[in-house]
């Protein structure tokens, strides 16, 4: 374990063009982690890796903009970065934009655009995706209520270790009738 080799190495392929270092020097400093924190540093090298369309830097420093952390906020450009990054593929980009878009505060709120970008996060396997599109099929709250698809989505939620999501579906599973299971529902809350 060397980080001063380690980061050598890292802005050397940087410097030649390569997105993915470039990434994650931004990632090293913008959280200050095994190197001194530097955001200036950091936002450099994402805007970078940004240019050379790497969905990751477009995810981080599109939700460094979002929240404002540590830099001056700014929801459009934040917005945008998280959209370019969701549309690229990246899961965790598609949640937090479509809660965003969802909840209201960062963003205005849109929700068939929400649950759109929310609903891709959990096809993609992101388990907190999958314990919110639960959640509200369950609850009918900005869509048709599902009890069947709620539970289907909880459960990939729980076999990926989230615990909100095995309460929940114990929940249903074992109060609500059109989809009452009990064995399943012990199973969800052991």
């Not at 009452?180 to 012990?186: E, F, G, L, S």
Request: glycine share 8%; proline share 3%.
């Amino acid at each position: 374990y060397d980080t001063k080799t380690a980061v050598g190495y890292l802005i050397d392929a940087a410097r030649k063009g390569h997105d993915f270092a470039q990434y994650t020097l931004g990632r090293l400093f913008r959280k200050g982690t095994d190197v001194p924190q530097n955001v200036s540093y950091a936002l450099r090298w994402l805007e970078e890796a940004v240019k050379n369309e790497n969905s990751f830097a477009e995810y981080l420093l599109g939700r460094t903009l979002l929240l404002g952390e540590d830099v001056e906020r700014d929801p459009e450009r934040g917005a945008a970065l998280l959209r370019k990054s969701a549309d690229s593929g990246n899961a965790t980009a598609c949640y937090m934009f479509g809660k965003a878009l969802l909840e209201g505060k960062l963003l205005r709120k849109n929700t068939p655009k929400a649950i759109h970008f929310i609903t891709e996060a959990a096809e993609r396997n992101f388990s907190a995706a999958q314990y919110l599109i639960g959640k509200l099929l369950y609850e009918g709250k900005y869509v048709p209520k599902d009890l069947n698809r709620a539970v289907a989505y909880l459960e990939q939620a729980t076999m990926r270790g989230n615990s909100y999501a095995a309460y929940l579906s114990g929940k249903i599973l074992l109060k609500e009738e059109t989809v009452r299971d009990p064995a399943r529902a012990i199973r969800c809350f052991e």
